[in-house]
């Protein structure tokens, strides 16, 4: 069945650093990819995403480019604040399905 | 706003007790969603609905019922025989058949056990 892979947390980085967090996926079809941000005690938020090839999804600094050919969808930042400290949740959407997401990676940013 | 509301935000359950998780939306969406999320777990699907009356089991549906009376309501009921349903559980909504849309959360309720 389809899933969804992310890099395993904690990730740990100072204010401005460059962040990326890899995300891989396998599916059939051609699934939507989303990434989904959960600050502490909240809900999910949509932080970004592409549905189709070579889209690239884009929202408050976040950056990631959906590759067909490497099955990724990995998550950018050129310069991390503390506001960013939170967990972020890679997913797949096929047609008619409920979302399929990763286990989350944890992000730590300290000033 | 249009949103999703999910109430109460804590829930106490004891043993052998049957307690529902309410979830209301206004975003006029055809589709809900519950999930479940445990630490290091991800969010698994325990259920989802894509019209009203209608429902489908998730990939952990067992000890959890749903119903789907109204467009804009989806309870969740986690049941005595669901054996560890500590965990913070968060609804959604989405249109329904749009791969390409995504889905809107509520702020989760968190339910432990006394």
């Known amino acids: 069945g389809d899933s969804v892979t992310q890099m395993e947390g904690p990730v740990t980085l100072s204010e401005e650093a460059f962040l990326t967090i890899n995300c891989t996926y396998t599916?059939?079809?051609?699934?939507?990819l989303f990434w989904y941000v959960q600050y502490p005690g909240e809900g999910l938020q949509l932080l970004l995403k592409a549905t189709k090839a070579d889209d690239k999804g884009s929202n408050k600094g976040f950056e990631a480019t959906y590759r067909k050919e490497t099955t990724s969808f990995h998550l950018e930042k050129g310069s991390v604040q503390v506001s960013d400290s939170a967990v972020y949740f890679c997913a797949l959407r096929g047609p008619g399905t409920a979302l399929i997401f990763g286990k989350g990676t944890t992000l730590s940013v300290s000033s | 706003d249009g949103g999703i509301t999910q109430s109460p935000k804590y829930l106490f359950r004891k043993e052998g007790q049957n307690v529902t998780l309410s979830c209301e939306q206004n975003?006029?969406?055809?589709?809900m969603y519950w999930y479940r999320q445990d630490p290091g777990q991800g969010l698994r699907l325990i259920y989802y609905s894509q019209i009203v009356n209608d429902f489908q089991k998730g990939d952990i549906a067992e000890g959890y019922s749903v119903s789907r009376e109204k467009k804009e309501s989806f309870p969740l009921t986690v049941t005595s025989a669901q054996k560890n349903p500590t965990a913070f559980y968060l609804c959604?909504?989405?249109?329904?058949?749009?791969?390409?849309?995504?889905?809107?959360f509520g702020d989760g309720t968190r339910l432990s056990i006394l």
């Open positions: 959604a909504s989405s249109i329904r058949e749009m791969g390409n849309q995504p889905q809107h």
């Open positions: 599916a059939t079809g051609y699934p939507s």
């Open positions: 975003l006029n969406h055809d589709a």
